[in-house]
């Protein structure tokens, strides 16, 4: 089971991006949904998430205000608005699903049993 990310690119400082992330061949909307990021040399760490019914949705406080998870379970697709773009957002952003329970820590990449490959976002001042 794969999920596919896409939506990444070379944008400057300001600028607006929106990454997909959608799962083929299954439907996850049991599923918390969430984006994690990487930047070069640094560990992954959470960016977003968003419970199965969209009810329940959590930012790193780093993208607070500027990010927006949203998903849309018809088409098996999870969304990651992201404005007001800045160059320590250059990283390569992963989506991941893990199964929805109430207490689960969204923030924990432990949670999430499927990922996806990777979109690179790289943000120039």
């Known amino acids: 089971v794969q999920l596919q990310a896409s939506g990444g690119g070379l944008v400057q400082a300001g600028d607006s991006l929106r990454l997909s992330c959608t799962t083929p061949g299954r439907t996850f909307r049991t599923y918390a949904m969430a984006w994690f990021r990487q930047a070069a040399g640094k560990e992954r760490e959470f960016v977003a998430a968003?419970?199965?019914?969209?009810?329940?949705?959590y930012y790193a406080e780093t993208v607070r205000g500027r990010f927006t998870i949203s998903r849309d379970n018809y088409k098996n697709t999870v969304y990651l608005q992201m404005n007001s773009l800045k160059p320590e957002d250059t990283a390569e952003y992963y989506c991941?699903?893990?199964?929805?329970?109430?207490?689960?820590?969204?923030?924990?990449?432990?949670?999430?049993?499927?990922w996806g490959q990777g979109t690179q976002v790289t943000v120039s001042s």
């Open positions: 991941a699903a893990g199964p929805w329970t109430p207490l689960m820590n969204v923030r924990l990449g432990v949670e999430y049993d499927y």
């Open positions: 968003i419970s199965w019914s969209g009810g329940s949705i």
